[in-house]
């Protein structure tokens, strides 16, 4: 006897409907799950890094051996990091983001993310980047990676909430961005003794004045929430201000260094001297109207000394 097995019901043009929304709405939240991290923050880390990297090996590339290392120290400084850091930044700047015509179409804000999945995305995220940077990098490099992730909860999270406590949120910015992250790029090669302390300084000194003009983009949602940024507190003229007063600050010590031999001595700096005025002017430009294309733009500036010093540095071969 042969049983026939019963055909397979046939689909709906209502079931083929359906099944497009709900691969749409999968898609729709990966996409948002991507923003979320937002892909144009990583090459903040990276650059760092790499700045460090360089200055550790004195060569624009790491040697074989540490390949593997300093490429999934990308993976941690840029995507795991900044999702593990955005998720509770988005989760916990929630009212004032309704009220923030910048932050209109932000996932959380539209419904298309829960604050359950910002819960696990950072969650995620977190053990993610320790796990890799215990295993696949350094002991030097997790203890660095999980201070990080330790200001980018404090800095947003209440109780302590640090972007609301003009000054330290600076600071905390200052240490991730312009200290712990060259210094990572330095660990992949180098013991931290030896990690120059002019850089040390210089970095804190460039990511503050980059930082507080940020304040200034939200600086009507912020009032709206209740939250008392730098730029709430301080003002807007204020922040861009002293935004100015730092950046010429660094390049004036930057110009120091350079010229009186301290890290790299050699007979001209021409780009550096030539740049400089590019650099302040076009810094003050940025933060008339700040945005963070403008930012990005002012970044880029920055870098032309920057490659042109550790050019330098490279040539000069080890100390």
């Not at 002991?139 to 980018?152: E, I, N, R, S, Y």
């Not at 010229?259 to 430009?285: E, F, K, N």
Request: charged share 15%.
């Amino acid at each position: 006897m042969v049983l026939l097995r019963p055909a397979a019901p046939r689909r709906t043009a209502q079931d083929r409907a359906l099944h497009r929304s709900a691969a749409h709405r999968r898609a729709a939240r990966a996409w948002a799950l991507l923003r979320l991290t937002r892909p144009w923050f990583w090459p903040l880390g990276w650059a760092a890094a790499y700045a460090g990297s360089v200055l550790a090996t004195r060569s624009w590339l790491p040697p074989p051996a540490a390949l593997p290392r300093s490429l999934a120290a990308l993976v941690v400084l840029g995507p795991l990091v900044w999702a593990a850091v955005l998720a509770v930044n988005d989760r916990h700047d929630l009212p004032s983001d309704r009220r923030n015509p910048r932050k209109a179409s932000a996932p959380l804000v539209t419904g298309l993310l829960t604050e359950i999945d910002l819960v696990r995305c950072h969650v995620g995220a977190t053990v993610a980047a320790l796990a890799l940077a215990v295993t696949g990098i350094g002991p030097a490099f997790a203890p660095g990676t999980a201070v990080v992730l330790l200001l980018g909860w404090i800095y947003s999270a209440p109780p302590v909430r640090l972007k609301s406590r003009p000054g330290l949120d600076v600071a905390a910015n200052a240490l991730a961005v312009g200290v712990l992250a060259p210094l990572a790029g330095w660990s992949l090669h180098r013991p931290l003794s030896g990690y120059p302390v002019l850089v040390a300084v210089l970095g804190p000194l460039l990511v503050a004045a980059l930082y507080l003009p940020t304040t200034v983009l939200d600086a009507d949602a912020d009032i709206s929430a209740g939250d008392t940024t730098a730029a709430v507190r301080w003002g807007t003229r204020r922040c861009r201000r002293a935004g100015l007063t730092l950046w010429v600050a660094a390049t004036g010590v930057w110009l120091a260094v350079c010229h009186l031999g301290v890290l790299v001595r050699r007979d001209s700096w021409t780009v550096q001297d030539l740049w400089a005025p590019v650099l302040i002017a076009g810094y003050a430009l940025a933060v008339r109207r700040p945005s963070i294309a403008r930012l990005a733009v002012v970044c880029l500036l920055f870098a032309v000394p920057a490659a042109d010093f550790l050019t330098s540095w490279i040539a000069a071969g080890p100390a």
